[in-house]
């Protein structure tokens, strides 16, 4: 089964305070993007499609493994809506990942492109269980707290039926969700989790920089 990834780097990182946009600032000495790139290299995808903002090429030369761009959306959706227009038609397996996702555990994804490929699921996510306790409010008040069991964090990369999600996107088309996984479900596909990882958070602050950055110089994080 031919397997696609689409990698999603339509940010602008205004929070980091960067002069180029988040996924193109140099990280470990090489751009964020390409993490996510080398890594989708070593689990021997058929094809990589980067979105990029539109100028990118004033801050990126793309990695020699992209075989495709596409262009980013005004929003999340329209970025995923445009890496799946870009995709080849014989695509039958598609992962989508934000790019400020650097890494990411390849065994999971091992797990679920095989799942799919056996098709016993439509759609799958990286997640990981809630460590903390979870409270809910309404006007500043306490009103419940959830049962912290049931509840995961979700991550990408998520994992699709080619078919199935390009059209659940296009049925859906105008709602808005939060991620991939939430619009597959709402469209009534078979949704499941994966083990995610603690290290496989989204660098978003100036600490999650730092974090990243202190990572690699430790040495003892496998990048792919």
Known sequence: MKTTAIIL???????????????FARLGGRPLFDYSVEKFSALKVDQIVAVLVE?????????????????????????????????????????????????????????GLKLLGENRYDGLALAIPSTDTLVEIE??????????????????PQLFRFQSIREAYERLRGREFT????????????????????????????????LAESLLNSGGLELV
């Open 139 to 156: 006007a500043g008040r306490v009103v419940d707290f959830p049962d912290r069991s049931k509840i995961y964090r979700m991550q990408t």
């Open 9 to 23: 780097g339509g940010g602008r990182g205004t929070r980091l305070g960067f002069t180029v946009p988040k996924q």
């Open 55 to 111: 100028d990118y090429k004033n801050y990126y030369q793309p990695h020699p493994a992209i075989a495709i761009t596409a262009p980013a959306g005004e929003s999340r959706q329209q970025s995923v809506l445009n890496g799946l227009a870009a995709c080849p038609n014989d695509t039958d397996l598609v992962v989508i990942h934000d790019s400020a996702r650097p890494f990411f555990p390849l065994r999971a994804l091992e797990e």
């Open 179 to 210: 991620d991939d996984l939430s619009l597959a479900w709402a469209a009534g596909l078979r949704c499941g989790l994966l083990e995610g990882s603690q290290l496989n958070f989204k660098i978003t602050t100036e600490t999650d920089w730092l």
